[in-house]
């Protein structure tokens, strides 16, 4: 069936340092792609989206690339800071507001 | 501007109890979807609903239903109540078809 995975569940980076976060999607037909943050107890924060007509989008500091051929979705974070510290998640939709979420992973950042 | 806002925030319940869960779209979002978040998991997809109408189900029993109002806010509620229920409901609003979602804070619902 549908569904949106991610390659590493946990990622630990440097304070300062570039994040990537993976995400590999299996519905070839999905258009519209969107990463959401989330810190412990709270709800899914909004990040950054992209649609299938585009491959690359940048936002403050973050920038999601979409690799249609290879049905890969990745996010980058420029100088990652403690306050990045959260589990990403990434979700692909088709025509509808249904989100299809992966499992997340947890970005951890240390000093 | 105010957010998606849902209420309860925590709630706990027992078995076979039912409960109601509400959520508030952000101003001028007509379209409301319910999510549930297990422990350690991603939302899963309840409803959608979209101008009071609902579009979407996702794969739940029918002890889940849902309604949205006028006003555009929704109420989910669940019946017969599991411990396997036990989880973070979120509520998420959008303004029209295949835009942002934004989420609101969810209800923690414990079933004991």
């Known amino acids: 069936g549908e569904s949106v995975g991610l390659h590493l569940p946990t990622l630990s980076v440097q304070e300062g340092d570039n994040s990537i976060i993976n995400c590999a999607y299996s519905n070839s037909a999905s258009d519209y792609f969107i990463w959401y943050k989330q810190e412990s107890g709270k709800g899914p924060q909004f990040i950054i989206d992209?649609?299938?007509?585009?491959d690359k989008r940048q936002g403050q500091r973050v920038t999601v690339l979409l690799n249609k051929t290879v049905k890969h979705l990745s996010l980058q974070i420029a100088a990652t800071q403690p306050g990045d510290s959260a589990v990403y998640f990434c979700?692909?939709?088709?025509?509808?507001?249904?989100?299809?979420f992966g499992t997340g992973t947890r970005l951890q950042v240390f000093p | 501007d105010a957010g998606v806002t849902q209420s309860p925030t925590h709630l706990i319940k027992t078995r076979g109890q039912q409960v109601t869960l509400r959520c508030s779209p952000i101003s001028g979002h007509k379209s409301v979807s319910w999510y549930q978040q297990v422990l350690g998991q991603g939302p899963q997809f309840i409803f959608q609903y979209y101008e009071k109408e609902e579009r979407g189900r996702g794969n739940f029993p029918d002890r889940f239903s849902a309604r949205q109002f006028p006003n555009y806010s929704s109420e989910l509620n669940v019946n017969a109540l599991l411990l396997g229920d036990s989880a973070l409901y979120l509520c998420?609003?959008?303004?029209?078809?295949?835009?942002?979602?934004?989420f609101g804070q969810g209800t923690r619902l414990t079933v004991v």
């Open positions: 992209i649609r299938s007509n585009m």
């Open positions: 979700a692909e939709t088709l025509h509808t507001d249904k989100l299809i």
């Open positions: 998420a609003s959008t303004k029209d078809y295949n835009t942002e979602a934004f």
